[in-house]
């Protein structure tokens, strides 16, 4: 028994019928404090570790990190109490600049300084310790 094989077919569908948008998407722009977040986030999974910080959904983070959502008060709260509190409050604050704020921040880099010369002076004396030591 001889099978004939048939032919192809005419209406098979062509380039008309695939979905191509005219327009391209229109990409938010990303806010500064995001900007921000996505720079002091690790590059492998920024969201995961978005989420650990925040306990919002990894979607959420996701959407947040990329623009397609803004960034909420329950974000910015955890952030502000995070180990990168700082920073953000300093991308928060922007280019604005008031007075108690610039003193903030005066008063924040006198405590860094005061704690780095407290560690200097620390291992200055560790170091007079150990070769007093060895004479």
């Given at each position: 028994m001889i099978r004939q094989v048939a032919g192809s077919r005419a209406g098979g569908k062509n380039g008309h019928c695939r979905n191509r948008q005219s327009k391209p998407r229109i990409r938010q722009s990303i806010s500064p404090v995001m900007q921000k977040v996505r720079d002091l986030l690790p590059t492998t999974k920024p969201a995961a570790a978005l989420h650990i910080l925040s306990d919002l959904p990894v979607s959420t983070c996701e959407k947040m990190l990329c623009g397609q959502r803004p960034e909420n008060i329950?974000?910015?709260t955890a952030l502000l109490r995070?180990?990168?509190g700082r920073e953000v409050l300093f991308a928060i604050m922007g280019d604005?600049?008031?007075r108690w704020f610039v003193r903030y921040r005066k008063a924040l880099d006198a405590n860094a300084l005061e704690?780095?010369?407290a560690d200097t002076k620390r291992m200055i004396n560790q170091l007079r310790e150990e070769s007093?030591?060895?004479?």
């Open positions: 329950e974000l910015l995070s180990d990168h604005a600049k008031p704690r780095q010369m007093s030591d060895e004479a």
